[in-house]
């Protein structure tokens, strides 16, 4: 290959790019394929026979959530980018892509358009127009986006060399051997301040250079794409949507230090990967990018794959070379390092796909635009698989030092208004659990390693309300657990205690001190591990702990998972999200039965309120309902409404009451004194009368119900429904006396001196600050003096 050959191939590949006729393209990655990509693009294929429209697969764009993605360009536009395209709308895309007025009409829904597009090695620009479409960049989830490692991916065809080419590809590589030396390229390269994205962050440039320091007959490099995270995908994304970007930093890399050989390690369980990365390989072959004399120069290389059989160990760098020599994948101790004794005993450099990803645009553009994105210690991008409890799923990458709010609430546009998202989890099975209070932390390498957390590979899933913390850490802990190769004991039975602890906690099991041995345990494994994958296994467990460990002590202090999760600490989601614990599913059953009488007992036992709670309650329940499933969540106010009413329509509810009072425990001869006649001591009133204590309620108004009285207008919770149900207090034998002030009337020390017990349940309503100009002036009235008067 020389450099007019690689002009001609430029030429054929840009017909590709830039064609001078009417395109379409569809992402055919894996995310796309498994939600109707292949179907579309056959459908595609056959409605566009004789019209004239090339018909093109691409990788993927990223926005995962959306595919099928399609692109229609037509010469001197702009290419207009369509989500959820479907194959039955085949002949509407090719008429839009022949006609004009057709495609205008179309371009009403398109999700974006591309006027011009910066592949970093080259450029391309595609037209003006349609100005009511938004710039692809200008969306929710694009917006903040910087494309370097997916720079191709969606815009080339990943199977065709000659558009790589056409794109500024192997430019790099050319300029590397007829204009540089080794020295230049690493120096170019330690300048940029690349970093490796596999994990710790190490400089590339100064492991290449302990690599070139390094005498041996043979040197070899590896990309490391053992991508075994789940929920992650972003090196199977790169190679399946770019793999010649892959390809030539690889050969940059062995220009660099020396290598004779190489390989790239990726996952069997990824096929499509592995039959574009070998196409690529043999295309690099064939143009003479690979093998002896490469463009001419003294400079010799091959590189070949090798597929591994699905062992997260073999993520570790010692694990994988033992590996691809056929030997069992474990880890071994260090030193010798890798880049002095490696693969097959010979000095090996091995960095991940995005690293090597990122050499060919240094080389081609230069350090210093490489290093004006992300931050002083972190330049570049990064890309992470944003996946989890977020409207806007798929790959971002954006600068280094960009905040967590940004990326989960900019670009994944939230969880929705009724979800609330409580935490994310960086860094894959090894990585650590962020809280929503932390999302303003850039993602560096430091500001993640602070906070507990790490950057790994790049999975990110965000949890919301539904996601318990302690099953969480207790799946990656199962994980790891499973994973780990056995070699060291730390790992092998740290792993295997911590889980059992975890087990016994989701289960109800476990007692207040396990959670100190879990602690302990998971920071002897972090410091004693043999390995990478040992000593970060403990990150979610630490994470959580530190962060969320109020939820521990509910699982074992309460014995209950308010998330819902844990199945052995709840009996239905509607009951577990109840504040009350009512047994929902026992009451609509009776009801279903026709026994309203039972219904309104059972109620009554956990809710002494239901004809009040039936009209003002937010009815967590039914945001838990496994009815919603099928068509939608069971209306629980109306029901509480329903029982309620009809019973005090029917004066039925005093036989229910009788029954109440016959069942109270006898006198204790103690009495309780409670500040407060709100829902806090209507409860505690309510309960400690049945359990035979002489309870008697001070209050500062002239009647009980709190703010249930005087912060809710009547048109939503009419006064008498609540004086209907507050006679069962008086039936229970609980006093009230009314017109009582704390601190003015009547002290806490007056009422200890008279009473066994005083609980103080005055309230802690309050008025939300609205941020308004004004709003503290004098004559300004909140909203609860009104309601109160």
């Avoid at 047994?583 to 026709?594: H, K, R, T, V, W």
């Amino acid at each position: 290959m020389t450099a007019a050959t690689l002009d001609k191939s430029a030429k054929k590949g840009l017909a590709g790019v830039v064609p001078k006729k009417a395109q379409i393209s569809v992402g055919l990655g894996t995310c796309g394929i498994g939600n109707g990509a292949m179907e579309l693009f056959e459908a595609l294929k056959t409605a566009a026979a004789e019209t004239g429209v090339n018909i093109k697969r691409t990788g993927c764009f990223g926005f995962c959530a959306e595919e099928p993605l399609l692109m229609i360009y037509t010469p001197g536009n702009p290419v207009l980018l369509f989500t959820q395209a479907a194959a039955k709308s085949a002949k509407k895309y090719i008429t839009a892509a022949t006609d004009p007025g057709a495609l205008l009409k179309l371009s009403r829904k398109a999700r974006a358009k591309i006027s011009r597009w910066d592949f970093r090695t080259g450029s391309a620009v595609f037209g003006e127009g349609f100005e009511d479409v938004p710039e692809w960049n200008e969306i929710p989830f694009f917006k903040g986006q910087e494309k370097w490692i997916l720079r191709d991916s969606g815009m080339i065809d990943p199977e065709s060399i000659e558009e790589y080419i056409a794109i500024g590809g192997y430019r790099a590589l050319a300029r590397a051997v007829g204009e540089l030396n080794p020295e230049d390229v690493i120096d170019i390269v330690t300048e940029a301040n690349l970093r490796g994205r596999g994990g710790a962050g190490f400089p590339t440039g100064i492991k290449w250079k302990l690599m070139r320091q390094n005498e041996g007959a043979q040197k070899f490099v590896v990309c490391n794409a053992d991508e075994g995270d789940p929920g992650a995908y972003m090196n199977r994304n790169a190679i399946e949507s770019d793999p010649h970007m892959l390809i030539e930093g690889m050969i940059l890399g062995a220009y660099a230090t020396g290598a004779t050989g190489g390989f790239i390690y990726v996952r069997a369980e990824y096929p499509l990967a592995v039959q574009r990365l070998q196409k690529a390989l043999d295309d690099a072959r064939r143009h003479g990018f690979l093998g002896k004399n490469i463009m001419g120069s003294n400079f010799s290389f091959d590189l070949t794959s090798v597929c591994g059989a699905g062992a997260f160990v073999c993520g570790e760098e010692t694990a994988l070379i033992a590996s691809a020599q056929g030997q069992s994948g474990r880890p071994v101790p260090r030193p010798p390092f890798p880049a002095q004794k490696g693969y097959l005993g010979f000095p090996t450099n091995i960095n991940n796909v995005e690293t090597w990803s990122n050499v060919p645009v240094i080389v081609s553009a230069g350090p210093k635009l490489f290093k004006s994105i992300g931050t002083e210690k972190s330049p570049g991008t990064k890309v992470f698989s944003l996946v989890g409890k977020v409207h806007n799923t798929g790959l971002v990458e954006l600068p280094l030092g960009t905040p967590l709010n940004q990326i989960v609430y900019g670009m994944g546009e939230g969880a929705g208004a009724l979800n609330k998202i409580r935490a994310i989890q960086t860094g894959g099975p090894s990585g650590g659990c962020i809280p929503a209070g932390e999302f303003g932390t850039p993602v560096d390498y430091e500001s993640l390693n602070a906070l507990g957390a790490i950057m790994g590979s790049g999975g990110m899933v965000v949890m919301d309300q539904e996601n318990c913390m302690v099953d969480v850490a207790r799946y990656f802990v199962s994980f790891t657990s499973a994973e780990s190769c056995g070699k060291c004991a730390p790992c092998r039975e740290g792993l295997s205690q911590m889980l059992r602890i975890l087990t016994d906690i989701t289960e109800g099991r476990a007692r207040r001190e396990d959670l100190d041995d879990l602690e302990r345990i998971a920071l002897t494994v972090r410091d004693s591990a043999l390995c990478g994958l040992g000593q970060t296994a403990a990150n979610p467990v630490l994470t959580t702990l530190k962060y969320f460990r109020d939820e521990y002590l509910m699982h074992i202090n309460e014995k209950r998972c308010e998330a819902g999760v844990c199945e052995s600490l709840f009996e239905a989601l509607c009951e577990n999200s109840c504040p009350l614990h009512m047994n929902i599913p026992g009451y609509l059953a009776l009801l279903q039965e026709g026994r309203i009488e039972d219904a309104f007992e059972l109620t009554l036992r956990d809710n002494p309120l239901p004809g009040t709670m039936g009209r003002i309650c937010h009815f967590h329940c039914q945001m838990r309902c496994r009815r919603d499933t099928l068509d939608e969540s069971v209306a629980q106010g109306e029901i509480h409404r329903y029982l309620a009413d009809t019973m005090y329509k029917m004066g039925r509810e005093k036989d229910v009451w009788t029954k109440l009072v016959k069942e109270k425990k006898p006198a204790t001869g103690r009495t309780v004194a409670i500040v407060g006649a709100g829902p806090a001591g209507l409860s505690a009133s309510f309960y400690l009368a049945r359990l035979g204590h002489d309870v008697t309620v001070y209050e500062a108004h002239g009647k009980a119900g709190g703010i249930l009285r005087y912060g809710i207008p009547a048109y939503r919770l009419p006064k008498d429904v609540l004086d209907k149900e507050l006679e069962l207090w008086k039936k229970l034998g609980v006093r009230f006396v009314f017109n009582k002030r704390i601190g003015q009337d009547i002290t806490i020390k007056d009422l200890s001196s008279q009473h066994d017990a005083v609980l103080v349940g005055i309230g802690a309503h309050g008025e939300r600050e609205l941020g308004i100009p004004g709003e503290n002036l004098a004559g300004v009235h909140r909203g609860y003096e009104w309601l109160e008067a």
